[in-house]
């Protein structure tokens, strides 16, 4: 399995990217596609999930309201649309399939495949 994840970049605080997410050698319909960054000295966190079953989605307090992820099946991609940007939400960002249920989506260790990481950088 490869995740391929792209759109990171530097931007300035208010502005806006989109992360996106190709897999190969797994379909993503049978997955939760979960986000996930981290900043340097910190632990990896939940930011966004697009579960499978029906893709019903959920987000870490900190982006809920500015992050949407959501899930093309057909093209075998999600992506995290966020707006918005704060200097906090500097990190390197994952993408990751994994087939937890519950709230065990949250946690990173319930990841079967992760992507590379792409930087994102938001200036004050």
């Known amino acids: 399995v490869q995740l391929q994840a792209s759109g990171g970049g530097l931007v300035q605080a208010g502005e806006s990217l989109r992360l996106s997410c190709a897999a190969s050698?797994?379909?993503?319909?049978?997955?939760?596609v979960g986000w996930f960054r981290q900043a340097p000295g910190k632990e990896r966190e939940f930011v966004a999930v697009?579960?499978?079953?029906?893709?019903?989605?959920a987000y870490s307090d900190s982006v809920k309201g500015r992050f949407t992820i959501s899930r093309d099946n057909a093209r075998n991609t999600a992506d995290l649309q966020m707006n918005s940007l704060k200097p906090e939400d500097t990190a390197v960002y994952y993408c990751a399939l994994g087939q937890a249920i519950h709230s065990a989506v949250y946690d990173p260790a319930m990841y079967n495949w992760w992507g590379q990481g792409t930087q994102v950088t938001v200036s004050s």
């Open positions: 050698g797994r379909a993503v319909r049978n997955y939760n």
């Open positions: 697009s579960r499978r079953n029906g893709g019903s989605t």
